[in-house]
């Protein structure tokens, strides 16, 4: 008996701070004091892959303000890889890191359309909203030619593989073929039967082009016939169409839907994905073809494997997207907005200018710093002996006052806002210290209303989450016994207990569903296993008795 009061006394010194007797025993557990370990959990959300990392690599983004809705964004093809934005009357053309255009070309007369440069990156093409093609040198500011014949909105607009012909899509239902240097018509295709919105050319023949059209079809025209040699169906108005560069699969964007087609089959489709909540309106690939990528009204970018074609990255952006570019080798993402915002990010890169000057700087100056980093790295040999210099300890608040035996004060200070809020794992750790010692009633006991309102926050903000659950349960069930008789004269208190009664109910509710289901599963896994047959042939299965035996 007395060495069980003696135990309790000494608890309660604990827990109440009061001093030892022995000041050699109060230095020899203070110093031998080991901090609280926060437990590490497993990460809730995304899985971290290469892609993400890849796609996640890239600073934050810079917002451009344009005149209107950005409808097209291309890249050239050439050094620097300048890009063309296409926006209300204006095609402005910015330069890899400017945020002010270095060109502008603003003589259109209404809404200008899908400005392209050509494979030299010498001339830009684009459409309008007057049906006329206006073709410019990147080095000047009038049009060199124009091209008259459509009778409606041009809003599409790309160069051949020869760079001597321009292939155009119209609202007027009709795509034709121009000739650059005689500025003539060669030929036109009128199979359509709504707006062309959307096209791209072949980058292998000169006289192959395809079509999107709103009529739900993609249409591939050969120059040197009459009429179209293929024809798929989207199902869709088409907002976008991409060729591969072996040029052997069509992707088609339109509708919720992102359609992948075999070109060397007939135009059989391969894949059909529906990833976007909104209707998806540019295609983009990356620069070693391995991944696509997609852009919606919905303001999400998505990034597909190509090889089985699932998500392996998402972008968030601020609004609807209209169209998407991508920067050879990846070095930029360039979204167009319905907002009229161009968002521009960058890849981060690993060595920049000031790190340069930076580090020559370092080498004009005096070893001061390698002189104290001097033999960190040294690995002693197996006869040396080590003589290790002791490491100052560094304590959080918290372990300050679990040094100091103020169980309560901890409790407080690890339930400050950001920690409870952004780090719920210590709160939870200094809440198993305190149990593990024993004095967790005595902390959470003799709270005003402010500080037990805290606790009960914090309570029904993580009690159900089965990484915190063990310890939280403890926790509760402490606070329901010591403010038991109090109950009714806090309204905030009443109100919060009330919340985590509701909480545990609907907890306790779906693991009954859960425990249901699981059975559900187990017939099933059970009745779908093959029966097995007796080990031994003469034992019969309706009483395990041999044969003999039953004849006798």
């Known amino acids: 008996m007395r060495g069980a009061a003696g135990r309790l006394r000494h608890l309660s ?26 437990q590490v959990y497993p990460k809730l959300g995304e899985k971290v892959t290469q892609d993400t990392l890849y796609w996640k690599n890239y600073k934050a983004p810079v917002q451009i303000k344009e005149f209107g809705s950005v409808t097209n964004i291309d890249f050239s093809p050439v050094a620097p890889h300048n890009y063309a934005v296409t926006a209300f009357t204006r095609v402005h053309i910015y330069g890899p890191f400017s945020q002010e255009p270095v060109k502008a070309f603003t003589r259109f007369k209404n809404s200008a359309y899908c ?18 093609v ?10 060199l030619r124009m091209f008259k014949g459509h ?16 292939m155009s899509g119209s609202d007027d239902i009709t795509c034709r073929l121009w000739d650059v240097p005689n500025a003539t018509e060669l030929t036109s295709y009128k199979e359509h039967t709504d707006y062309i919105r959307c096209g791209a050319t072949s980058k292998l023949n000169r006289d192959v082009f395809i079509t999107g059209s709103y009529d739900h079809t993609l249409k591939m025209f050969d120059a040197r016939t009459d009429k179209s040699v293929m024809t798929m169906d989207h199902g869709q108005p088409v907002e976008s169409v991409l060729l591969y560069p072996s040029e052997g699969l069509l992707v088609s964007a339109g509708g919720r839907y992102v359609k992948v087609w075999d070109l060397l089959k007939g135009g059989q489709p391969l894949v059909s994905l529906r990833n976007h909540h909104k209707t998806v309106t540019c295609l983009c690939l990356s620069s070693n073809g391995q991944r696509l990528l997609s852009g919606s009204l919905d303001r999400h970018v998505k990034v597909y ?5 699932k998500v392996v990255h998402n972008f968030d952006y601020a609004a609807s997207i209209l169209c998407l570019g991508l920067a050879p080798d990846d070095k930029s993402i360039v979204v167009g907005m319905t907002n009229g915002v161009l968002s521009v990010k960058h890849r981060k890169s690993g060595v920049t200018e000031s790190n340069k000057k930076g580090a020559q700087g370092r080498q004009n100056r005096r070893p001061t710093y390698r002189f104290f980093v001097k033999g960190k790295n040294f690995v002693p040999k197996q006869d040396d002996y080590l003589v290790s210099k002791p490491v100052k300890q560094h304590l959080a608040k918290y372990d300050k006052e679990l040094k100091r035996f103020n169980h309560s004060k901890a409790l407080d200070t690890a339930m400050e806002s950001w920690m409870r809020f952004k780090k719920p794992e210590v709160p939870v750790a200094v809440i198993k210290e305190l149990d593990r010692r024993g004095t967790l009633k005595n902390a959470v006991a003799g709270r005003d209303e402010k500080k ?10 993580n009690l159900v989450d089965p990484r915190f659950a063990p310890v939280l349960v403890t926790l509760a069930e402490m606070i329901v016994d010591i403010y038991r008789s109090v109950v009714g004269q806090s309204s905030v208190v009443d109100r919060q207990l009330l919340q985590l009664q509701d909480l545990l109910e609907r907890e306790i509710d779906y693991q009954k569903e859960l425990l249901e289901v699981m059975g559900m599963l187990e017939t099933l896994f059970t009745a779908s296993l093959p029966k097995k047959e007796a080990l031994y042939p003469g034992i019969s299965r ?10 006798v």
Request: glycine letters at 8%.
């Open 13 to 38: 010194n604990l827990s109440s701070g009061a001093p030892y007797q022995n000041q050699n025993q109060l230095l020899h557990t203070m110093a031998a004091f080991k901090p609280t370990k926060i």
């Open 305 to 309: 494997n190509t090889t089985n074609y």
């Open 151 to 166: 009778t409606k909105a041009v809003h599409v607009t790309d160069f051949t593989s020869d760079r001597y012909h321009i």
């Open 115 to 132: 400005g392209r440069f050509r494979s030299d990156g010498q001339l830009l093409v684009a459409g309008c909203e007057d049906s006329v």
């Open 542 to 551: 309706s009483n395990g008795l041999t044969q003999k035996a039953q004849l």
């Open 134 to 143: 206006r073709l410019y040198d990147i080095s000047g500011k009038v049009a």
């Open 452 to 461: 037990l309102s805290q606790l009960l926050h914090f309570l029904i903000g």
